[in-house]
């Protein structure tokens, strides 16, 4: 592929990205799916309730129950990376959304992959602090710190 033309592929994909992120932070969770495909791979760090492989279809659920329960108001993301290369492209944040009834900002800290192909995200991977999320979340306090 000419240079250009995959330069213009990553920024169109990294837009891709930078819509879903605002999106989120509007609260419109399930317009945040606007641009994944039926099949996407949803992956999640660690052993948690979402922990590994799901399908679109958990995502579609999880974005449509208990997100916007958890984030009534959005969670705005601070992006502070954002790289494109081929069919990936990486976004750093951390999320400033507060969390229904505990009124604290998450502050998670997250570094997501996006596989997008042909406009449409294949595979959407997210790392982030498991702890940080069972304790704010959920309330489960796991360690004494």
Do not use: C
């Not at 959407?124 to 999320?133: C, G, N, P, S, V």
């Amino acid at each position: 592929m000419p240079e250009a033309e995959s330069n213009l592929m990553s920024e169109a994909n990294k837009q891709i990205v930078i819509d879903h992120f605002r999106l989120m932070s509007e609260a419109r969770f399930m317009e945040a799916l606007k641009d994944f495909a039926p099949d996407a791979e949803w992956w999640v760090i660690g052993h948690g309730a979402h922990g590994g492989s799901n399908t679109m279809e958990d995502l579609t659920a999880a974005y449509s129950g208990p997100v916007p329960q958890y984030f009534p108001n959005g969670n705005p993301v601070d992006l502070t990376l954002l790289v494109a290369e081929g069919d990936w492209v990486v976004a750093e944040g951390v999320g400033k959304g507060v969390i229904t009834g505990a009124g604290e900002p998450y502050k998670n800290q997250y570094v997501w992959l996006f596989k997008i192909v042909d406009g449409k995200v294949r595979i959407f991977k997210e790392y982030f602090d498991t702890l940080h999320a069972e304790e704010r979340i959920f309330g489960r306090k796991l360690v004494d710190r």
